[in-house]
């Protein structure tokens, strides 16, 4: 039985092919607004890709430019045929055409879904990738001399001023790595060789952060050394001080960043997948309906539409037939004494097989 089944008469069925061959314009545009989604994001992680740990990161927008490209070619395929399908006598052209071209749409729009859901899922993947490429940015923030690592310090005091932020988890975090490189240190002075003794791996270590991590809103001038030492500072309690220093971590300031893109990115490319839906529906009820024309052999008549003719499993298995011997139709032999290698025929039930066919002079 036939899902969601719809008369069509010839007047129905010309303004539906007219509107479906607006909508595929439309879809044309939609895929160049997720190309340019993609674009923009996979700029956006370009952007901070040296405090990334995961260089993978980028299949999310790879994947929005792939079917942004995919769906400019797919629509303007699909409007070409809904044009002509306005008039029924050249359904015949496109005939074998249409039923492979809503199957590879089908799964087209399929992938536009995964898209979306993606934009939605991949947090616990950028936030291991932020945690980690910032762990280690910060170790070589004091290896300015050193090619390959001599931009990381500019790049850790832009991304602290830019989003407000101080560390990777926190401000303690530079508390425990050596920030400080070794030439701008006097080695001779009794405070830093006590320093870098009492510390197992000889790093000079303190309770003090970069000037970038000051925030620019307190009211008092910065303090960025010995921030636990209250006697060190008049007027001054750590624990209490939260406006002297950005106290969220840039890992936490940057993945809200991205998310808020990422979940805006995948509520737009929802609606471009329900709108290409839409379309991938309406281009099935006009299928079908013309080819029931077909078999009626009168263009003018009413013709029946539907989604699936005989349920989901059964309509599967015959469609993937059809597109299975598509290649051989044009080889079909009309001798009468020759079998057509295309044709399943099965015995009669009667157990009764057929010996000779008379042939027509």
Not at 30 to 48: D, H, N, P, Y
Not at 89 to 102: T, V
């Amino acid at each position: 039985m036939a899902v969601l089944k719809v008369k069509f008469t010839k007047t129905k069925r010309c303004k539906l092919a007219q509107i479906l061959w607006i909508l595929n314009w439309i879809s044309v545009i939609t895929g160049i607004i997720l190309f340019s989604l993609g674009l923009f994001l996979k700029v956006e992680i370009r952007k901070k890709n040296e405090i990334m740990y995961n260089r993978e990161i980028h299949s999310v927008p790879n994947m929005l430019i792939a079917v942004g490209v995919i769906a400019c070619g797919i629509n303007f395929l699909g409007g070409k045929i809904c044009y002509d399908c306005s008039d029924s006598n050249k359904f015949h052209r496109w005939k074998l055409i249409m039923l492979p071209y809503i199957i590879c749409t089908f799964f087209f729009t399929f992938c536009v879904l995964v898209g979306a859901l993606m934009c939605y899922t991949m947090k616990n993947e950028l936030e291991e990738s932020l945690y980690l490429g910032l762990k280690e940015a910060l170790k070589f923030y004091k290896d300015t001399d050193i090619p390959g690592r001599c931009f990381l310090k500019k790049t850790i005091d832009l991304l602290q001023m830019e989003f407000r932020c101080c560390g990777n988890n926190g401000f303690r975090d530079w508390f425990e790595i050596q920030w400080v490189s070794m030439r701008y240190l006097d080695v001779s002075n009794k405070e830093v060789q006590d320093r870098l003794k009492s510390n197992v791996d000889g790093k000079y270590l303190m309770d003090s952060v970069p000037f970038s991590c000051c925030n620019i809103y307190s009211p008092r001038p910065c303090i960025q050394h010995q921030l636990t030492n209250n006697s060190a500072h008049y007027s001054y309690e750590f624990q209490t001080e939260e406006l002297n220093v950005w106290m969220t971590g840039c890992r936490q300031a940057l993945l809200e960043y991205y998310m808020q893109i990422m979940q805006s990115i995948g509520f737009t490319v929802l609606i471009i997948w329900l709108f290409e839906l839409s379309v991938l529906t309406g281009v099935r009820y006009l299928q079908t309906a013309l080819e029931n024309v077909l078999l009626q052999g009168d263009p003018d008549s009413e013709s029946e539409g539907w989604l699936l003719e005989n349920g989901f499993v059964e309509t599967a298995r015959t469609n993937f037939n059809i597109i299975k011997n598509l290649g051989k139709s044009n080889q079909i032999n009309a001798v009468s004494g020759n079998e057509d290698p295309n044709l399943n025929v099965t015995p009669s039930s009667h157990g009764a097989t057929r010996t000779h066919i008379p042939t027509v002079s």
